[in-house]
């Protein structure tokens, strides 16, 4: 893995918000997939981590973000917990893989990652969290990647050119997305390998 990708490991996440400001707006949900490889060379979610999270004191939450997600911020089984809490127990699994794998640092996959990257690291801030596991601004985008490979951006139509399966119902769900987008993902990467685009031993 730490050949792969230079020292990194690239670990899937997605937020749902309250909005579209990291600075102002609530952090909803977190989710992240952690990866492995397997002795070919190719990824593959190793597990995935969900966190419903409570809005930080202040936070602002536009009704147009809970209507395009979902969210029932008083549903009474949310059970959602502290940005501090969910953060703290995703480093410690990301924290877990970089030993294991020989990383250095992992990097943030996501779908426009720019959007995730930006809520992650503000949450950092207000927690304090001294060692974000995370590179601070690099990222690997499958917005992007999905382009590249499949000529679709928009991560359902990305998957359905993947062959991925993908049910519009369960989209913008934090668990959902970031699965999906690791399919993508690994997907693309592991595709890429077996066309004989990387080679652990060049």
Known sequence: MARRFRGYLPVVIDVETGGFNSATDALLEIAAVIPAMDDEGLLYAEHTLFYRVEPFAGANI????????????????????????????????????????????????????????????????????????FHPF???????????????????????????????????????????TAELFFGIVNRWKEMGGWDEFA
Not at 141 to 156: M, R
Request: aromatic share 6%; charged share 25%.
């Open 62 to 133: 536009e009704q147009a973000a809970l209507d395009f997600t979902g969210i029932k911020l008083d549903h009474p089984l949310r059970m959602a917990v502290s940005e501090e809490r969910a953060l703290g127990e995703i480093f410690k699994s990301v924290r877990k893989s970089l030993k294991a794998s020989g990383c250095k640092r992992a990097i943030l996959v996501g779908h426009n990652s720019h959007f995730d990257l930006g809520f992650l690291n503000a949450a950092v801030q207000r927690c304090g969290i001294k060692r974000n596991p």
């Open 138 to 180: 690099s990222s690997f985008d499958t917005a992007t990647l999905g382009g590249l490979a499949y000529g679709q951006t928009v991560l359902a139509k990305a998957c359905e050119a993947a062959a991925i399966d993908f049910d519009t119902r369960e989209a913008h769900n934090a668990r959902y997305d970031t699965e999906k």
